[in-house]
């Protein structure tokens, strides 16, 4: 079971404060944003997967994942999991604000957290005190100043983090480098074994372990994330599908579909920078 302490959703933010209890994983699958997240990991244990890399995290962590990036949270211990999540479109946000974020910032995990509890903390408060477009307005205000605090600790006081140590399987980050170098072709498991010199069995079995998905179903999300980012800029339908090796509009069309629960129409030109 799990308490919701404070919550807030509209069509540019989603805020939750959450507890879980005793609760299996929540998120079994690896699964993609078309906007900004942060986690705050108020108290819990959990692993968080990124593409090749994998996190273990305890309290007082902060989890960044930028948009379309699959990405995946497992809970290593369900007695407790308190975490503020807050899920935002990017493009409200001051460019200047967001290009500041250390590149490829994954994790962060506080020796002295107090700042960012108490910023997350005031989120309770004010989903307690305030309702629309009031409480919307400090939302955001809050998410500019979570982005301020990070650029702050990261580049004035480094020694007040712990940058967490991530595990890397060798042959997954060159199995996800190849993907990468070739989505936009057809890529075939023979094609991904034969350049990696292993077997499919031990291909499909460290996606398994990292992703809870076979190697197939991840190189079609991949795919999928990049076509809507490439819709949400106007890209057409029923062309940008064939850019990235679908060779049936209808198979894509119901892969679409059934990955992000609309059409694919529906994105075209639904956000701009």
């Known amino acids: 079971m799990y308490d919701v302490i404070s919550s807030y959703i509209d069509a540019s933010i989603s805020y939750h404060h959450l507890c879980y209890r005793g609760y299996e994983n929540p998120f079994p699958k690896p699964h993609i944003h078309d906007a900004f997240e942060f986690i705050f990991l108020k108290k819990g244990n959990v692993t968080y997967s990124i593409n090749e890399k994998t996190y273990e995290l305890g309290d007082n962590s902060l989890i960044i994942t930028r948009p379309h990036k699959l990405h995946s ?51 309770d408060f004010y989903c307690k005190h305030f309702e629309g477009e009031s409480l919307k307005n400090i939302l955001f205000n809050t998410i500019e100043e979570i982005f301020y605090n990070i650029v702050a600790v990261s580049e004035h006081y480094p020694e007040s983090i712990f940058y967490n140590k991530y595990t890397v399987n060798p042959v997954l980050a060159k199995a ?21 010199y292993i077997s499919k069995s031990y291909l499909n079995k ?40 679908f060779s049936d509009y209808s198979a894509f069309y119901r892969e679409y579909k059934n990955f992000f629960g609309h059409p694919p129409s529906k994105e075209t030109g639904r956000k701009s920078t």
Do not use: H
């Open 176 to 196: 996800i480098e190849c993907i990468e170098k070739n989505i936009t072709k057809k890529i075939t498991l023979d094609f991904l074994c034969g350049d990696l």
């Open 73 to 123: 949270i497992k809970l290593n211990n369900p007695d407790v999991y308190d975490r503020y999540v807050m899920i935002f479109d990017e493009y409200m946000i001051w460019p200047d604000i967001y290009k500041s974020l250390p590149e490829n910032l994954d994790v962060l995990t506080f020796k002295a957290p107090q700042n960012f509890i108490s910023i997350f903390e005031k989120t």
């Open 206 to 245: 460290i996606f398994a372990e990292n992703f809870n998905i076979s190697p197939k179903k991840y190189i079609n999300q991949y795919k999928l994330a990049l076509i809507q980012k490439e819709l949400q800029s106007n890209a057409k339908p029923t062309e940008i599908y064939q850019k990235y090796g």
